[in-house]
C-alpha cells in the first residue's frame, strides 16, 4: 500500500466520524411564533422582566442547565402564570411549560435541557394581568443531543 493511498483512506475515516457535526447543521430552522402565539395568545411579548440562564456554550446537548427567573412579588393580584421555552433547531421545539400561581412563592425554575445542536433558544412569561415578556440567547452547543442516527 501506498503512503498516499493510505492517508486518503485515514482521511475518510477522520471524516466519517464527524458526522454529528454534520447532522447538527441538517436539522432546520422551526418557525416559532405559531406556538409563542399558542401560550401568549396575541399578546406581543416585550422583551424584560424574564431572565433565561444557559451557558454561551455547552459540551454536550444531552443535559443543559438552565434557569429562568421573572421579575414578579407573586401575590395574588400580580403573579406569574405559566413559563414556556422554545428551541428553534430541537424536532419539538417546544422543550417545556412550567405553571405557576401566587403559591409558588418565587417565580424561578431550574431545570436540563436537551439541545439538537448550536441554536436560539427563547423564554416566554405570561403573567395573570396577560401580558407576556421574553428572553433569548444563542448556545452553541458542541455535541448535538435529539438526533436520529438512522436518518443520517
Do not use: Y
Not at 1 to 26: D, T
Not at 53 to 67: D, F, I, K, T, Y
Not at 92 to 100: E, G
Amino acid at each position: 500500500m501506498k503512503r498516499r493511498h493510505f492517508l486518503q483512506l485515514g482521511g475518510m475515516g477522520l471524516a466519517g466520524s464527524a458526522r454529528p457535526l454534520r447532522a447538527q447543521q441538517l436539522m432546520p430552522l422551526q418557525d416559532l411564533l405559531p406556538l409563542i402565539r399558542a401560550v401568549a395568545g396575541e399578546v406581543q411579548p416585550r422583551p424584560g422582566r424574564v431572565r433565561l440562564g444557559l451557558p454561551q456554550l455547552a459540551e454536550n446537548g444531552n443535559s443543559v442547565p438552565l434557569e429562568l427567573n421573572v421579575d414578579s412579588p407573586m401575590t395574588e393580584a400580580d403573579h406569574v402564570r405559566s413559563l414556556h421555552v422554545f428551541a428553534e433547531r430541537n424536532p419539538r421545539p417546544l422543550i417545556a411549560s412550567f405553571h405557576l400561581g401566587p403559591h409558588a412563592g418565587r417565580a424561578k425554575v431550574t431545570t436540563r435541557i436537551r439541545l439538537a445542536g448550536s441554536q436560539r433558544v427563547v423564554a416566554i412569561a405570561v403573567l395573570s394581568d396577560g401580558s407576556a415578556w421574553s428572553d433569548e440567547t444563542e448556545v452553541i452547543v458542541t455535541s448535538a443531543a435529539c438526533l436520529d442516527e438512522m436518518s443520517l
